[in-house]
């Protein structure tokens, strides 16, 4: 099922590097403070007060200094952590500035990630996919000359990110964080406005982040109005005018390939909408991913869960579900997944870069005592966290978490029944898969008494079959096919097609 369209991944965000997200070293970031500013920040800690600090960063061939910045607390729940996590803002107090092209960055203090690398790694695997690019980098903060500790580098979603990454930012951003699960419950804009989300700092939970002063969110109910409708043509066709259908898909399979619970199709959190102007349709993009590639606050085992069947069931979740109902829809999704598997989180591939993270960083975690208080992570810790379980909520390292999950992922894709997500209904099981001899078809009875073939990548027939309607499996012979990528083909008695997964020939 590998899905040749990896060459159709866009290459957005492929630019030159900028110092201030240069992640091939850890340079470091300075704030000088008033220290009774700095108590405050730390006391009143859901306070989102910009107050005013020197920065300096030092990227190893030079720093550069800017006097009058904005500095406050970020994150939800870890401005209650020892760590903290900081934003820092170039233009609070000298309106318009910009520090290498960006007006703000985040610093996140990944205080209950004992690696310090799943969030930027995850930023890496997203860019892998062509996906708009966060950039990100390790950086060792200082506040008054104490080192604070290890931060992650992010850069901030804003008017200039979209103009970074789309090519236009005159389009509405919404920031959707718990419980927006875009159901619909009514035509009214005041009524989506008026749901708070589940932050330590409430807010709406579809938050726009641009054209405050118009504060108009016609698109987004016109989007979730849509999403009230049946999964069928006519909602095919008019959401595909809605949103970017590939690249929702694309990223819903990245969430669930990587173990990404705290996301929109499970949690219903930490999501961007964006309504771009120039093709008309909202693109969707994760962010706040800390919670992947191993790690659990639920009790769930996210390496092996289902990755055709990822939701909460007992909550609706229109969006993910009424595009999975859609059957091509549906099979692009299973085809990113197994791209997503064998090219992106393959271990083989990715072992290296996470090797290299970890030896970038190891000095700068070594000294970081600050990493300690929450969790009371140690470098052991550290260590273990790549290959090991640590503690109840991260019960796998990295690294076996991507094999665990690369191999859950290639075995639910070609041994497990899809669900038709509409009527719950089982179409087809193909295994082996890959084999190297021989398939076998099975499934319900209306899956039998047809006819079809095998076709080659370019569409060509290559091998006729023909099921009998008592027959419960079929078992076609493909060691004289040669190795590649097929799909089988299926016809019912009124010649209607039904393309089934595609299975690969050693």
Not at 53 to 67: C, P, S
Not at 365 to 377: E, H, P
Not at 383 to 397: A, I, L, R
Request: proline share 4%; charged share 25%.
């Amino acid at each position: 099922m590998l899905l040749i369209l990896l060459v159709t991944f866009n290459a957005l965000g492929l630019f030159s590097q900028n110092p201030l997200f240069d992640d091939s070293r850890v340079s470091s970031v300075y704030i000088e403070i008033p220290p009774d500013s700095l108590a405050v920040i730390m006391t009143d800690v859901l306070s989102d007060h910009y107050f005013m600090a020197k920065f300096i960063y030092d990227y190893g061939t030079g720093h550069d200094t800017l006097q009058n910045v904005g500095f406050r607390l970020r994150g939800n729940t870890s401005r209650f952590s020892q760590k903290k996590s900081f934003k820092i803002s170039f233009n609070e107090y000298v309106p318009g500035r910009k520090y290498q092209g960006v007006k703000k960055i985040n610093l996140n203090g990944q205080h209950n990630d004992p690696t310090m690398i799943r969030e930027k790694f995850f930023y890496d695997t997203w860019k892998k996919c062509g996906m708009a690019e966060r950039r990100t980098s390790f950086v060792q903060v200082y506040i008054n000359l104490i080192y604070y500790g290890l931060y992650t580098n992010l850069e901030e979603m804003d008017k200039d990110w979209l103009d970074r990454v789309f090519g236009e930012n005159s389009g509405n951003l919404y920031k959707c964080t718990w419980p927006a699960d875009l159901v619909y419950i009514g035509a009214s804009q005041q009524l989506y406005k008026d749901i708070v989300n589940g932050t330590t700092t409430g807010g709406r939970a579809y938050d726009l982040q641009t054209n405050n002063t118009a504060d108009d969110y016609t698109d987004l109910v016109q989007l979730i109005s849509e999403l009230d409708q049946p999964a069928d043509e006519a909602f095919e066709a008019q959401i595909s005018q809605l949103i970017d259908v590939d690249e929702f898909l694309k990223a819903f399979a990245l969430d669930v390939a990587s173990g990404n619970w705290d996301d929109y199709m499970y949690n219903k959190n930490n999501y961007y909408l964006y309504h771009r102007q120039d093709t008309g349709k909202f693109e969707f993009i994760s962010y706040d991913t800390d919670n992947t590639f191993g790690v659990d606050w639920l009790n769930k085992d996210w390496a092996t869960r289902n990755c055709l069947d990822w939701f909460i069931h007992s909550e609706a979740r229109p969006l993910a579900v009424k595009l999975l109902a859609i059957p091509g829809f549906q099979e692009k999704y299973r085809r990113y997944l197994d791209t997503i598997a064998r090219t992106i989180i393959f271990p083989d591939s990715v072992f290296s870069q996470i090797d290299a993270m970890k030896a970038l960083i190891t000095d700068a975690a070594t000294s970081d005592v600050y990493r300690t208080l929450d969790y009371g992570y140690t470098m052991a810790d550290f260590n273990n966290g790549f290959t090991q379980t640590v503690d109840g909520h991260t019960p796998y390292g990295i690294k076996p978490f991507l094999t665990t999950r690369y191999q859950t992922i290639l075995q639910q894709l070609t041994a497990v029944a899809v669900p038709d997500y509409a009527s719950g209904d089982i179409s087809l099981l193909i295994f082996p898969n890959p084999a190297s001899e021989r398939i076998t078809l099975s499934g319900k009875p209306s899956m039998r008494d047809r006819q079809g073939w095998i076709a080659d990548v370019m569409g060509r027939h290559l091998k006729a079959i023909e099921w009998p309607k008592k027959q419960g499996s079929l078992t076609i012979p493909v060691h004289d096919l040669p190795s590649g990528i097929y799909t089988i083909i299926l016809d019912d008695d009124r010649k209607t097609h039904m393309r089934t997964s595609r299975f690969i020939r050693k």
